[in-house]
């Protein structure tokens, strides 16, 4: 069964810092790996999605990298504003479930001005 | 609209009570789901609508709770007989397609949520 971690919890750091987000995941059997941000009362805005076939992602500030055979994700935010202070949540396709997706419990980010 | 639309945004009803949510998803996608999220919790799946059919309802928590989708496009959850245990925000996504293969690398979008309490 597939399980998906998200270390750290939460994380607060000074704004300007380049920070790492990580999410592992149990089975290597993904179609594909989505991170998204989730704000307080607001809905879930997604990033980045890496297929299964890719390395990483790219999107502004952004960077996402995939390395499927060790059941490991990053998200790099570089030069973090109090602006990214939100919840980060990656979630796996896996490949005998068309149409979930299975969670990680999301890393709380916090950042101080 | 350029994105997927729910209401109502905020929902306050009396136990016992039937409420319905509504989802617009993003025009052409054929893919449709429901999640929930209690406080504190991580997202739970509810439905998939692939079209205007549910491929999969298990996790639909009692019969208390069902969902349509009509046209493919709009889709409505109804829980019926609330419980203060239903309090959660339901959200909706969609995707241009939902099936595995070649074209499971679409993103899904997200609803802004309807933030449903019951007292």
């Known amino acids: 069964k597939q399980e998906v971690t998200q270390i750290p919890a939460a994380l607060s750091v000074p704004e300007g810092e380049n920070l790492v987000l990580n999410c592992s995941f149990t089975?290597?059997?993904?179609?594909?790996l989505q991170w998204f941000r989730q704000d307080p009362g607001k809905g879930l805005t997604s990033l980045l999605l890496?297929?299964?076939s890719q390395r990483e992602q790219t999107s502004g500030r952004l960077n996402a990298s995939l390395d499927k055979s060790s059941g490991r994700s990053t998200l790099y935010i570089a030069a973090s504003q109090p602006g990214d202070s939100a919840t980060y949540l990656c979630?796996?396709?896996?490949?005998?479930?068309?149409?979930?997706?299975?969670w990680g419990a999301g890393t709380k980010l916090i950042i101080k001005p | 609209g350029a994105g997927v639309s729910q209401s109502p945004s905020n929902k306050v009803t009396e136990k016992g009570k039937d409420v319905e949510l509504r989802c617009d998803p993003i025009?052409?996608?054929?893919?449709l789901y429901w999640y929930r999220q209690s406080l504190g919790q991580g997202l739970e799946f509810l439905i998939y609508f692939q079209g205007n059919s549910a491929p999969d309802k298990s996790g639909l928590p009692s019969d208390r709770f069902s969902a349509e989708r009509t046209g493919g496009s709009v889709s409505t959850l109804t829980i019926q007989r609330t419980q203060q245990e239903d309090s959660a925000v339901y959200l909706c996504a969609s995707s241009l397609v939902g099936w595995g293969g070649p074209f499971s690398g679409n993103t899904i979008y997200f609803g802004e949520g309807s933030w449903l309490t019951v007292v």
């Open positions: 979630a796996v396709r896996p490949r005998d479930s068309n149409y979930q997706l299975i």
């Open positions: 089975d290597s059997a993904i179609y594909n």
């Open positions: 890496i297929q299964s």
């Open positions: 025009s052409g996608h054929t893919a």
